[in-house]
């Protein structure tokens, strides 16, 4: 009789191990972490196009339960980033998860947390018991599958790339850091993210900054809202101005995802103050042509402001200090009501004051002294200081222009401002000007110029400067038509170099002329004059704007 109760025992305990095994895994995303499951023990199915940057995980065979598991199961070899089925088991919690790079994922260490997981792979057989393959994102209802959506093409009024920088620092803390995120989550939703509107990362500040994602990763709100959940509190020093420069430095580049020809924005929120310098970031961010706006919560009290290094630090930080790019929220608490004033700011483009700069928002023109006394070797000199100035500019389709006239008693025009829209075929087209030798009419050239240089693009957007270089006296009038391009928005500054007198090289440039005229007595000295026209230049175009 013990023998047959033994053979039932085994039947019966091997029966839910068999209904475990045919049932369906559930579909979860790749954000999805060991503490939201309900169960002990559950199979799951990770989507297969989840990106290995997503993943949080901490500790190696045994993880944390803030952990993704998906990231824990391509960490642990249950699966690869394709995807698939695994088996999740409820675990207690440990100290000192430690940590390791494998499969393409470095975990992370974690001193102590109150629950963990493990997972292994699940037998192809278990899914073949349920009688069908799961592949949708969400657990089955019975119901037939609906088609993917197509990508939203997003609020196109609004159409920018930003970067939201918010602080996980200690003045923070980790409950009012969830309210923060919270607030984010819902500006972004309100922007109206989409393929052909606004696109956003994040950056936390914090001890050291860290991008938490990039413009490029996400391009739908839901898939936002995801990555803002998991985003981790940092803890640490407020070190805004460090992580404001890691943004304008790091974060736009064409491999992070940003676009072409529209604005860059670095929304940063500061609750209480920095623990650093925002100054010189927000001189670098606007350098960069980054609109920044400062957010802040909790403003120090008067007790507080002789632990602030700078109380000045909202001005000095944000684009123009118009009032314009700065924002208070008196609480973290009851802050819908602040998500749509601040996302109509955002949205304001025409007010982006800092999306040009001088490097992509010009057009120069250099007027180059072909007469017989310049000399042929001398002559390439004046084409080396022509590419080194040119070197220093954002040329491109939609960025700065270069343009150049060789002149004598006739003038030549070697390109104009849309024959080349790279730097390099630029440079090429410079190398590949040829010396013409005659006399001198610069007075001519300067009208001819202005008339089929500047004539065609005197409405775009780019601001105009002429380069005059000549090495001697004009055989013609200089004043009337240097005061007619003058009126026409062109600003010349005049680089006399040898016999040049210095009453016509003044004569031709612009107010303040001490400021817009250049003389060397030697062509080799061309090279030292190079950086001082460039930053003439941007002082220059940074003053119209004001």
């Given at each position: 009789?013990?023998?047959?109760?033994?053979?039932?025992?085994?039947?019966?305990?091997?029966s839910?191990?068999?209904a475990?095994?045919?049932?369906?895994?559930?579909?979860?995303?790749?954000?999805?972490?060991?503490?939201?499951?309900?169960?002990?023990?559950?199979?799951?199915?990770?989507?297969?196009?989840c990106?290995i940057w997503?993943?949080?995980?901490y500790g190696?065979?045994?993880?944390?339960?803030?952990?993704s598991?998906?990231?824990?199961?391509?960490?642990?070899?249950a699966?690869?980033?394709?995807?698939?089925?695994?088996?999740?088991q409820?675990?207690?919690?440990?100290?000192?998860?430690?940590?390791?790079?494998?499969?393409?994922?470095?975990?992370?260490?974690?001193?102590?947390?109150?629950?963990?997981?493990s997972v292994?792979?699940?037998?192809?057989?278990?899914?073949?018991a349920?009688?069908?393959?799961?592949?949708?994102?969400?657990?089955?209802?019975?119901?037939?599958?609906?088609?993917?959506?197509e990508?939203?093409?997003?609020?196109?009024?609004?159409?920018?790339?930003?970067?939201f920088?918010?602080?996980?620092?200690?003045?923070?803390?980790q409950?009012?850091?969830?309210?923060?995120?919270?607030?984010?989550g819902?500006?972004?939703?309100?922007?109206?993210?989409?393929?052909?509107?606004?696109?956003?990362?994040?950056?936390?500040?914090?001890?050291?900054?860290?991008?938490?994602?990039?413009?490029?990763?996400?391009?739908?709100?839901?898939?936002?809202?995801?990555?803002?959940?998991?985003?981790?509190?940092?803890?640490?020093?407020?070190?805004?101005?460090?992580?404001?420069?890691?943004t304008?430095?790091?974060f736009?580049?064409?491999?992070?995802g940003?676009?072409?020809?529209?604005?860059?924005?670095?929304v940063?929120?500061?609750?209480?103050?920095?623990?650093?310098?925002?100054?010189?970031?927000?001189?670098?961010?606007?350098?960069?042509?980054?609109?920044?706006?400062?957010?802040s919560i909790?403003?120090?009290?008067?007790?507080?402001?002789?632990m602030?290094?700078?109380?000045?630090?909202?001005?000095?930080?944000?684009?123009?200090?118009?009032?314009?790019f700065?924002?208070?929220?008196?609480?973290?608490f009851?802050?819908?009501k602040?998500?749509?004033?601040?996302?109509?700011?955002?949205?304001?483009?025409?007010q982006?004051?800092?999306?040009?700069?001088?490097?992509?928002s010009?057009?120069?023109?250099?007027?180059?002294?072909?007469?017989?006394?310049?000399?042929?070797?001398?002559?390439?000199?004046?084409?080396?200081?022509?590419?080194?100035?040119?070197?220093?500019?954002?040329?491109?389709?939609?960025?700065?222009k270069?343009?150049?006239?060789?002149?004598?008693?006739?003038q030549?025009?070697?390109?104009?401002?849309?024959?080349?829209?790279?730097?390099?075929?630029?440079?090429?087209?410079?190398?590949?000007?040829r010396?013409?030798?005659?006399?001198?009419?610069?007075?001519?050239?300067?009208?001819?110029?202005?008339?089929?240089?500047?004539?065609?693009?005197?409405?775009?957007p780019?601001?105009?400067?002429?380069?005059?270089?000549?090495?001697?006296?004009?055989?013609?009038?200089?004043?009337?038509?240097?005061?007619?391009?003058?009126?026409?928005?062109?600003?010349?500054?005049?680089?006399?170099?040898?016999?040049?007198?210095?009453?016509?090289?003044?004569?031709?440039?612009?107010?303040?002329?001490?400021?817009?005229?250049?003389?060397?007595?030697?062509?080799?000295?061309?090279?030292?004059?190079?950086?001082d026209?460039?930053?003439?230049?941007c002082r220059?175009?940074?003053?119209?704007?004001?």
């Amino acid at each position: 009789m013990a023998p047959l109760l033994l053979l039932l025992g085994v039947v019966f305990l091997a029966s839910p191990a068999k209904a475990e095994e045919s049932s369906a895994p559930t579909a979860i995303s790749c954000f999805t972490r060991g503490l939201d499951l309900r169960k002990d023990k559950a199979d799951v199915l990770c989507p297969s196009d989840c990106s290995i940057w997503q993943f949080y995980v901490y500790g190696n065979v045994v993880y944390a339960s803030i952990s993704s598991i998906c990231g824990a199961a391509i960490h642990r070899g249950a699966i690869t980033t394709s995807g698939g089925a695994v088996r999740v088991q409820i675990l207690p919690g440990q100290e000192n998860y430690s940590a390791i790079y494998a499969n393409g994922i470095q975990s992370q260490v974690l001193s102590r947390w109150s629950s963990s997981f493990s997972v292994s792979s699940v037998r192809s057989g278990a899914l073949e018991a349920a009688g069908r393959p799961i592949s949708t994102v969400r657990p089955s209802t019975g119901k037939r599958p609906k088609k993917p959506l197509e990508k939203k093409s997003g609020n196109k009024d609004c159409k920018a790339d930003f970067a939201f920088l918010i602080d996980g620092s200690y003045n923070i803390g980790q409950r009012r850091f969830n309210l923060q995120k919270n607030f984010v989550g819902k500006v972004a939703v309100m922007l109206g993210i989409g393929t052909e509107g606004p696109h956003v990362g994040v950056v936390q500040a914090s001890e050291h900054p860290k991008t938490e994602f990039y413009l490029k990763n996400f391009t739908a709100s839901k898939n936002v809202l995801f990555a803002i959940k998991e985003i981790g509190f940092k803890g640490g020093n407020s070190n805004t101005g460090k992580a404001l420069k890691h943004t304008a430095q790091r974060f736009f580049t064409a491999e992070n995802g940003v676009r072409k020809g529209i604005p860059k924005i670095i929304v940063v929120f500061i609750d209480g103050w920095p623990s650093d310098d925002l100054e010189e970031a927000g001189i670098l961010a606007r350098e960069f042509g980054v609109n920044v706006f400062i957010v802040s919560i909790a403003k120090p009290t008067p007790e507080e402001l002789g632990m602030v290094q700078d109380v000045g630090f909202v001005e000095k930080a944000v684009c123009q200090n118009n009032g314009f790019f700065s924002y208070n929220i008196p609480t973290w608490f009851g802050t819908t009501k602040y998500v749509k004033p601040l996302v109509q700011k955002l949205c304001a483009h025409e007010q982006m004051l800092c999306s040009k700069t001088c490097y992509n928002s010009v057009n120069i023109a250099f007027l180059i002294d072909g007469s017989s006394s310049v000399g042929d070797s001398n002559f390439r000199l004046m084409l080396e200081f022509i590419s080194n100035i040119a070197k220093s500019f954002e040329i491109t389709d939609i960025g700065a222009k270069i343009a150049a006239v060789q002149f004598t008693y006739d003038q030549r025009i070697e390109f104009s401002f849309t024959d080349y829209i790279t730097k390099e075929k630029v440079l090429s087209a410079v190398r590949g000007i040829r010396y013409m030798s005659g006399g001198t009419a610069t007075g001519d050239a300067i009208t001819y110029t202005t008339r089929n240089v500047f004539g065609p693009v005197r409405d775009g957007p780019n601001k105009n400067f002429l380069v005059i270089l000549t090495d001697g006296q004009s055989y013609d009038d200089i004043r009337g038509p240097a005061a007619a391009a003058h009126k026409t928005g062109i600003t010349i500054f005049s680089v006399g170099i040898a016999w040049a007198p210095l009453d016509d090289l003044k004569d031709m440039a612009s107010e303040p002329r001490e400021t817009h005229t250049f003389f060397t007595r030697e062509f080799t000295g061309l090279e030292q004059i190079v950086p001082d026209v460039v930053r003439a230049i941007c002082r220059d175009f940074l003053g119209s704007k004001q």
